[in-house]
């Protein structure tokens, strides 16, 4: 079985540049999940999809940041304009069901550098 | 508002031996499940142990244990016989119990490095 894979593995963007990162979960998955990780600080929620809908989007830091799950396949995060600030790991993950003793299952991540 | 403090940002061990990373959260929530997760180097997270706190009896997964401790709020991790292959980060995370909604989201420490030496 695939695991989660993430698209790309590093990005280098210029301040004001437009990124766009891509998820793809596990097969079957209905769970996907963004995070994302500043250096040195804490893995931090960003959003949360059930199939094609948005179940939780408490964690986007702000309107420069867009995410998308067309079809309840894979997810998009769309960073438009980039700030300095954005730079970080952003790590996707999906689970199965309901229950929360579900495991998330992570993705390799995409390291985002924002120049 | 759920936090979890990892106080060690990074930990040593000599291979074969055991050491133990520590975990604190806060919440006001009775039931929730607590994890950790391993991220070796240049690879992804995957799930190393799960406890719910429902439970009193601490997981154990072969060398991987848990001391819950549920009063204190603490959630330790105890690596026996350590090997090489346990060097990566190490991430203490919370999780709400949900009845019947949907899954809600892991709120991370900031990790501890572990070291394992030769």
């Known amino acids: 079985e695939a695991g989660v894979t993430q698209f790309p593995s590093h990005s280098v963007i210029e301040k004001g540049q437009t990124v766009t990162l891509r998820c793809d979960p596990i097969s079957g998955h209905d769970n996907l999940y963004w995070y994302r990780r500043v250096m040195g600080k804490e893995i931090k929620f960003l959003l949360h999809?059930?199939?094609?809908?948005?179940?939780?989007e408490s964690g986007m830091p702000n309107n420069r940041f867009l995410a998308e799950r067309t079809g309840g396949t894979y997810s998009t995060l769309k960073v438009q304009p980039a700030e300095l600030e954005d730079s970080g790991v952003y790590f996707c993950?999906?689970?199965?069901?309901?229950?929360?003793?579900?495991?998330?299952?992570f993705g390799p991540g995409t390291r985002l550098t924002v120049l | 508002a759920q936090t979890v403090t990892q106080s060690q940002p990074e930990m040593s061990v000599q291979e074969a031996e055991t050491v133990t990373l520590s975990c604190t959260y806060d919440t006001s929530e009775s039931d929730y499940y607590l994890f950790w997760y391993k991220q070796p180097p240049s690879r992804q997270m995957i799930l190393v142990i799960r406890q719910e706190a429902y439970k009193q009896q601490n997981a154990t997964e072969n060398r991987f244990s848990v001391n819950f401790q549920k009063a204190a709020k603490s959630f330790s991790l105890k690596i026996s016989d350590s090997q090489l292959g346990d060097a990566a980060m190490y991430f203490c995370a919370y999780r709400s119990l949900n009845y019947g909604g949907s899954q809600g989201n892991l709120i991370f420490g900031k990790g501890t490095k572990l070291s394992v030496k030769p």
């Open positions: 993950a999906s689970s199965p069901g309901t229950q929360s003793y579900n495991e998330q299952f």
């Open positions: 999809f059930v199939k094609e809908s948005k179940q939780d």
